[in-house]
């Protein structure tokens, strides 16, 4: 059987094959729609079902698309906030101490150039990696290298009781900046160091345990 030919116009070089691929690639059929998007418009298109005369569905009556939009409505305002907080938990499972080489000191230098600089979100990582490392080599802290920022908090909490809520709420923070895309301002990286600060000047507090003691035999009476 003969190889069937061409015409030349559709052997094209190199360079405008190139050029008909880029064409052809800029098509909107390559361009995937945002989920959120694709969603709407497919609730969108089953309303103008619902409400289309010429539809098996036409004869639907008004209310019944008022409680569909309001329903579906509801299931995107209950799952969309799940989802992203179960991507933000997922995220929020990283080390305080990502590099466990540097000191307690190194990371107070860093904090406080980068509040010098503006840097309020670096300032603040550095500041609670300071408190982790400090508190790893006063041994208040056990494998502090693979804690997570709450983890570290909680941990801490438990040897300077006073400043639990300070350091529950510089673990958010740290959390916050490093892996759920928020920001600190200047206040904010002042209160880390500050806190990074206070438990350096602080004495962890001391729990004794009391064990009981027994009291001396009353001797026997003789007779």
């Not at 539809?55 to 569909?68: K, N």
């Amino acid at each position: 059987m003969p190889v069937p030919t061409f015409p030349r116009a559709l052997e094209p070089g190199p360079e405008q094959a190139r050029s008909w691929l880029r064409e052809e690639l800029r098509a909107a059929a390559y361009h995937q729609e945002p989920l959120l998007d694709r969603l709407w418009r497919w609730v969108m298109d089953r309303l103008d079902a619902l409400s289309n005369p010429s539809g098996h569905l036409g004869a639907v009556p008004t209310v019944v698309t008022v409680l569909v939009t309001l329903l579906v409505a509801g299931l995107l305002l209950w799952v969309l906030p799940r989802v992203r907080r179960e991507r933000s938990l997922r995220r929020s499972t990283g080390a305080v101490l990502e590099d466990p080489g540097v000191s307690a000191r190194g990371y107070r230098e860093r904090a406080a150039g980068s509040r010098a600089a503006g840097r309020y979100d670096e300032a603040v990582l550095d500041s609670f990696r300071a408190i982790a490392r400090d508190m790893g080599d006063r041994t208040l802290l056990q494998d502090a290298p693979g804690l997570t920022a709450h983890e570290v908090g909680m941990a801490v909490a438990t040897a300077f009781p006073l400043h639990a809520g300070e350091l529950a709420r510089a673990a958010d923070l740290f959390d916050s900046v490093r892996y759920g895309g928020g920001t600190a301002g200047a206040q904010e990286a002042e209160d880390v160091a500050a806190l990074d600060t206070a438990l350096v000047r602080s004495r962890p507090a001391v729990t004794t345990t009391s064990t009981p003691t027994t009291a001396p035999a009353t001797p026997a009476r003789t007779s």
